[in-house]
């Protein structure tokens, strides 16, 4: 299946793609134990990698081996803090789903994973941006990467409202999907909204940390979504 911009692409560890299309196939009519526990990890796993891959990697892109930056060391911590909230909530909701109740999530999921295209040769999962924030892509990232830009904050907000949009086919749809009763429901929302307040806080700490000279980098691995 096709998906034209704007998008979000990543790609993921190679093996969640492979499992992911031999769950998809095998839980179309039921759903086992061992299935249902898989689909839970590797949706835990796919979120957690996208994690790694857009910010993990940057931030240690940026940090000085010899000489690390205190605030980016406290902004991996936070990163580590989110991806460890992930995998038990999203193992401790499973809890209070029947079985088939997955395999519209495992659909989902499913849905996002292409095995090639926008300039890629290797499986990625991919999602759709709205034109507006896809237009605003288009008009920051360059700045960063040429070096026009004077400062991060720009760039932040950018990246707070990619995370916001993220947020809905990555966590709100697969929590929908597997309608919850009501304290559950309640609870994942909570989750959700804490994961995204932190995602805020860190970066809006971090913005003015960032130098001038760190902006290109940055704007080139924006740019590589």
Request: charged share 25%; proline share 5%; glycine share 4%.
């Amino acid at each position: 299946m096709s998906i034209s911009p704007p998008i979000f692409a990543c790609t993921l560890q190679q093996r969640i793609p492979v499992e992911l299309e031999a769950l998809y196939h095998t839980t179309r009519s039921k759903v086992t134990d061992a299935d249902k526990k898989l689909g839970v990890e590797l949706l835990a796993e796919a979120y957690c990698d996208v994690i790694d891959i857009c910010f993990v990697r940057l931030l240690n892109d940026l940090n000085n081996s010899e000489n690390p930056s205190k605030e980016l060391l406290e902004a991996h911590s936070v990163l580590e803090d989110i991806k460890e909230k992930t995998r038990h909530y999203v193992r401790w909701s499973a809890a209070f789903i029947s079985n088939d109740r997955l395999s519209p999530v495992i659909a989902h999921l499913y849905s996002m994973i292409h095995k090639q295209g926008v300039g890629r040769d290797e499986p990625f999962m991919a999602f759709n941006l709205s034109p507006a924030l896809g237009a605003e892509i288009a008009r920051v990232v360059p700045t960063l990467k040429n070096g026009n830009a004077q400062n991060f904050d720009e760039g932040i907000e950018l990246i707070i409202k990619v995370i916001e949009e993220s947020m809905i086919p990555l966590s709100i749809e697969p929590k929908n999907l597997m309608k919850f009763n009501f304290i559950v429901n309640k609870t994942l929302d909570g989750i959700i909204a804490l994961v995204n307040t932190l995602f805020k806080r860190m970066l809006r700490k971090l913005a003015p940390k960032l130098s001038v000279e760190m902006l290109p980098k940055v704007g080139t691995h924006l740019e590589t979504f």
